[in-house]
């Protein structure tokens, strides 16, 4: 069973998934109309302890993934309490729920649980986030490994990938929206990650569900560089004006909440634990462009 299902990562986790896994998406609802036919889909909302209760006793999943949130670090920072229900205590009561019953659980958190201090973060790093929507992600992974020692936390680092129809664009698809349109784009360059494939997350869910890892696991495509360079990256591998792409720093954006500045990953559970070793960005990039009209991408 999967939360937040319509998102980005829930796209590709039906994409990566085994053909004999049967899916059930749960979310509040707005289904594109394609989904259907991929998995069967349930409208619960998360906040709702006994309307979760309810699915889940009617499903009865071997598994479930929540990667049900709300991401939009800015609208989070601007009134946390509102979305606490959501981020920290359903994710927490979802993990009480799967232990009772024996239900593998895994907790999809980010890497904002981290302040981006330039030194590389092992798994078990100190969590020291900088914003209200990684103050929430702490929260919300120290409270499911409390009351679910075998739940696993996946941590990706800004994802990328297609979405489904109509749902919220990704940083990646929408430079090339804008550059496709011949508009610049203006990207800090003060601003250090390692973008990460989306199918890449997929396949490092699926591959801890099926050697049952628990505690939190980092993810990420491996290579760092400033999300200008990766602009600039997005911009020449679809063939697109790079001139159209602005350097900026973070500190002419005072509106926006603060960001990790510069966050890189040690991926040893990744990579030997889960045996993914991920896209790096021109690799997903190129992949990325391959797969634009395809419908599925292979588990590869």
């Known amino acids: 069973m999967v939360t937040g299902i319509t998102g980005l990562l829930g796209r590709y986790l039906l994409e990566t998934g085994d053909e004999n896994t ?3 998406g749960i979310s509040r609802g707005g289904w594109p109309q394609s989904l259907s036919e991929e998995c069967q889909t349930h409208e619960v909302d998360l906040t709702d302890l006994d309307a979760v209760t309810r699915i889940l ?29 959501l981020n920290v205590l359903a994710s927490a009561d979802l993990a009480i729920l799967a232990e009772s019953r024996g239900i593998q659980y895994v907790f999809i958190s980010s890497n904002a649980v981290f302040g981006g201090n330039g030194s590389c973060y092992s798994d078990n790093g100190q969590l020291d986030p900088v914003n209200q929507y990684g103050i929430l992600k702490a929260e919300a992974e120290r409270a499911v490994l409390h009351s679910n020692p075998q739940a696993l936390v996946i941590r990706p680092l800004l994802m990328y990938g297609w979405p489904m129809p109509e749902q919220r664009l990704n940083p990646v698809v929408g430079w090339i929206n804008q550059l496709r349109k011949g508009e610049h784009i203006s990207v800090v360059d003060d601003v250090w990650n390692e ?5 890449d997350c997929a396949r490092a869910i699926w591959s801890g569900l099926e050697v049952g890892a628990t505690g939190p696991i980092n993810v990420s495509g491996g290579v760092r560089m400033s999300l200008y360079e990766f602009a600039l990256l ?19 954006l005072p509106e926006m909440a603060p960001r990790p500045k510069d966050t890189t990953f040690d991926l040893v559970r990744l990579t030997t634990e889960l045996g ?14 391959e797969t634009e009209t395809s419908i599925r991408i292979t588990n590869t």
């Open 57 to 85: 006793d009617q499903v009865k999943p071997d598994a479930i993934v929540h990667a049900a949130a709300e991401g939009r670090v800015d609208i989070v920072e601007a009134n946390p309490h509102e979305y606490r229900p």
């Open 22 to 24: 049967v899916v059930h």
């Open 234 to 252: 997005t911009s020449s591998v679809f063939e697109l004006d790079s001139n159209l792409v602005v350097p900026i720093s973070s500190e002419s």
């Open 195 to 199: 973008p990460l494939a989306a199918w």
């Open 276 to 289: 993914i070793e991920p896209d790096d960005p021109t690799r997903g990039l190129r992949r990325l462009r």
